[in-house]
Structures are given as C-alpha cells and as structure tokens.
C-alpha cells in the first residue's frame, strides 16, 4: 500500500492525541432524537393534548387520499394545530370509497357528486357496455335461490350425519 494513503486511513480512526489507541470505525451518533425532542417541546408549548381512541385518519387531496391506520393524533383547539404521526399511506379516492362515505360531511358529499360526475364523463364507454350485457351471463354472481322445502341447517346436518 502507498505509505500516504495507509497514513490517511490511520489519521482517520484515531480518537485521542498520538499515543493513544486506535478504534477500527468513529462511533456516530445519530441526532435524530433530538430532533424529536426539539419538535415535542415546541408542541408542549402550544398545549398540544393526546387525543385518544382514534383509528384511522384520512387527509383528502385532490384525488389521492392520506391515510393514516392507528395514528397518534395531538390537538391543541387554541392555536389551532393538529398533529398525526405515524406511516402514512397514499391511496387513491376511489379506492377507499365505499368504506368511508359514512365518514363524509354536507361539504364532502357536494364534491363526491362532481367526483361521480367526473367519473362518468371519463369513463362513457363502460356505461355503454353495460347496458349491452346478456342478463343470464350476470347471474352468475349472484347467490341462488334455495329449493322449496330445504334449509341450510337441514343440509349442513346431513353433512355431519354423513
């Protein structure tokens, strides 16, 4: 090895004056918690109270929707701050639909209308189509009917009889 580029690394680990022992890496130390700390004592400042028993939060954004499963969710009504910590997730509107209309507002139901409408218009040609769909190739999702005389119990006890 080349006695500059030896002198170089051996320079490079060595924690104490000369003399001293060398260590084979420099321990770092990560500054993030300070961070953390920094960020909650600000929001002890403000007032910042623990909101408990909430599971899911969505932030709405254009069509893609924020969500947060089992945050961590502090509000200080004062200053009007409200914090969500923990892993986000990006989900498109349609996606999550069905399951969080009972959520939706008077406000929010107004743009879920133009969101249908928006819908429709981008999509003309699958409306079209289905109008044009064989009722008897449809049926195939659907539960059948039961036969007149027979139950589910009656047929899972047969099964067990068996």
Known sequence: MNREKLMKMAGAVRTGGKGSVRRKKKAVHKTTTTDDK????????????TIPAIEEVNIFKDDVVI?????????????NTWVVSGSPQSKKLQDILPGIINQLGPDNLDNLRKL??????????????????NPQEDDDDEVPELVDGETFEA????GHAS
Not at 38 to 48: C, D, M, N, P, Y
Not at 67 to 79: E, G, M
Not at 117 to 122: A, H, P, R, T, V
């Open 67 to 79: 969500q947060f499963i089992n945050p961590k969710v502090q509000a200080s009504i004062a200053a």
């Open 155 to 158: 047929a899972a006890e047969e």
């Open 116 to 133: 249908a409408e928006q819908f429709q218009k981008q999509t003309p040609n699958a409306n079209a189509n289905a109008g044009d769909i």
């Open 38 to 49: 920094k960020l909650q004592s600000t929001l002890k400042r403000i007032g910042v109270n």
